[in-house]
């Protein structure tokens, strides 16, 4: 399988406890992006990468929330001292420029469903 | 599997039969559309894109309208099949270059009965 691979599937923590989520992009693609997605919601953009730059970050992604990319290829998603609130689907997405003229299209991950108690 | 959006919007449609599922948008500046098409535990799938310069845009088996005066985003998809059965949510960008963040509506959830 070539597509968009995250880390773990499903993820059950207590509160307070710290979680990390992996993903491996599409391999080429250089731009990475994490989003959240709530039952009832539609994903909800949290950061994007460029490589190992991360060039954009939501008013979502609290103090508690880190992520990283280092290498350029796989990234992680820390969630440090978790809340219920924090209970979601993180869902993994990587594109590759299209170029000047074109919109790149995102691919997404299958996600990692959080479940804090 | 686990279910993706439990209070959803809803459209039952008979297999066979041609579905159209809205979608609205408040973001005039927006100039790129994407509708995206999820499974139960699986994430969002690609389905169609329309830039702002177009109204309109066919694939296989589905369409999509894009009516930039209302704000207002369609997709229709034809002759239904089981496999069709999803969450559809329309998805808006601001700009093609620039922020590369996707701004996801609510979702449609369909339903093809036999």
């Known amino acids: 399988d070539t597509g968009v691979s995250q880390d773990p599937r499903h993820k059950i923590t207590k509160r307070g406890q710290n979680v990390t989520f992996r993903c491996d992009p599409i391999?080429?693609?250089?731009?990475l992006y994490w989003y959240r997605q709530t039952l009832g919601q539609g994903p909800e953009f949290l950061t994007y990468?460029?490589?190992?730059?991360?060039?954009?970050k939501s008013r979502l992604l609290s103090d508690r929330f880190s992520a990283e990319r280092p290498k350029g290829s796989f990234s992680t998603l820390e969630i440090q001292r978790t809340e219920q609130g924090d209970s979601a689907m993180y869902l993994c997405?990587?594109?590759?420029?299209?170029?000047?003229?074109?919109?790149?299209?995102?691919?997404f991950g299958a996600g990692t469903r959080l479940s804090v108690l | 599997g686990e279910s993706v959006g439990l209070h959803l919007p809803t459209l039952s449609v008979q297999e066979g039969d041609n579905s159209i599922i809205n979608c609205a948008y408040s973001?005039?500046?927006?100039?790129?559309f994407i509708w995206y098409k999820q499974e139960s535990g699986k994430g969002p799938q690609f389905i169609i894109d329309?830039?702002?310069?177009?109204d309109k845009r066919q694939g296989q088996r589905v369409t999509v309208l894009l009516n930039k005066t209302v704000k207002h985003l369609s997709l229709q998809i034809a002759a239904t099949q089981p496999g069709d059965s999803a969450v559809y949510f329309c998805?808006?960008?601001?700009?093609?270059?620039?922020?590369?963040?996707?701004?996801f509506g609510q979702g449609t959830r369909l339903t093809i009965n036999p």
């Open positions: 973001n005039s500046a927006s100039d790129y």
């Open positions: 997405a990587s594109s590759l420029p299209a170029g000047l003229a074109e919109v790149d299209i995102q691919y």
């Open positions: 998805a808006e960008k601001e700009g093609i270059q620039g922020a590369q963040k996707l701004v």
């Open positions: 990468f460029q490589n190992e730059a991360q060039l954009e």
């Open positions: 391999s080429e693609h250089n731009r």
């Open positions: 329309i830039r702002s310069n177009m």
